[in-house]
């Protein structure tokens, strides 16, 4: 009988882990905040952007994404603009600073002419 409530408990107890990692995990570096604060975007060699393909929840009120992945380009973390922030405007400028600050497969923190390079948020 100690032995089927000490499984018993210990599966309970996997269960909950579990389903704790997977509500506070972190799947492919995404942010998993309501609404969140960095998103992916693709790169072009040049520093523009490429299409961009992301799993998300089928609800306009929750704009978290689950994972993004890049058909072309590379794939690189980027800021979701705060409220009264705006995305920098497209340019040849714009591109070379995107290129050379995503090298490392973050634009996490960078700057472009005083202002941080941040995307609009979806929806």
């Known amino acids: 009988m100690k032995r089927v409530s000490l499984l018993a408990g210990l599966a309970a107890?996997?269960?909950?882990?579990a389903a704790h990692a997977?509500?506070?995990?972190?799947?492919?570096?995404?942010s998993h905040s309501n609404p969140?604060?960095?998103?992916?975007?693709?790169?072009?060699?040049?520093?523009g952007l490429l299409p961009v393909?992301?799993?998300?929840?089928?609800?306009?009120?929750?704009?978290?994404?689950d994972i993004c992945s890049c058909p072309q380009g590379m794939r690189t973390d980027v800021?979701?603009?705060?409220?009264?922030?705006?995305?920098p405007a497209e340019n040849n400028a714009l591109y070379a600073a995107r290129r050379e600050a995503g090298r490392?497969?973050?634009?996490?923190?960078?700057m472009f002419q005083g202002q941080p390079i941040c995307v609009a948020p979806r929806g």
């Open 79 to 87: 800021a979701v603009c705060g409220p009264g922030q705006k995305a």
């Open 22 to 30: 997977q509500s506070h995990g972190d799947h492919a570096g995404m």
């Open 53 to 65: 393909v992301c799993k998300v929840p089928a609800s306009r009120l929750d704009q978290r994404e």
């Open 104 to 110: 490392d497969g973050s634009l996490l923190g960078d």
């Open 36 to 47: 969140p604060t960095k998103t992916q975007v693709c790169l072009d060699v040049g520093g």
């Open 13 to 17: 107890l996997a269960i909950a882990g």
